[in-house]
Nanobody, 115 residues
Framework: QVQLVESGGGLVQPGGSLRLSCAAS????????MRWYRQAPGKQRELVAA???????VYGNSVKGRFTVSRDNAKNTVYLQMNSLKPEDTAVYYC?????????WGQGTQVTVSS
């Protein structure tokens, strides 16, 4: 059974930082592309960042230069370091593991950026 468990969300002031983690089980982690998505109320889910098994990364335009995605294949975990957070980063953040037609999702973790 595949499980993706996100953690690290919370309330942070504008300009602050958070680090999200996503621990995976039930998959051969190092062959999957790992992605972070987010969904704000009333908006469509959007891609935040992706990291392939070799470590190459892709970022959404709105987070480039502020967010960093990384992975630790020995720990079956993907991270999202979020710096210089803005109120518009407020959303539920979801972890995704993809390979071919396989697509697995975590339950999401809430990030709220507010003063």
């Amino acid at each position: 059974q595949v499980q993706l468990v996100e953690s690290g969300g919370g309330l942070v002031q504008p300009g602050g930082s958070l680090r999200l983690s996503c621990a995976a089980s039930g998959i051969i982690f190092n062959i999957y592309t790992m992605r972070w998505y987010r969904q704000a109320p009333g908006k469509q889910r959007e891609l935040v960042a992706a990291i392939i098994s070799a470590g190459d990364t892709v970022y959404g335009n709105s987070v480039k230069g502020r967010f960093t995605v990384s992975r630790d294949n020995a720990k079956n975990t993907v991270y999202l370091q979020m710096n210089s957070l803005k109120p518009e980063d407020t959303a539920v953040y979801y972890c995704n593991a993809g390979r071919g037609f396989e697509d697995h999702w975590g339950q999401g973790t809430q990030v709220t950026v507010s003063s």
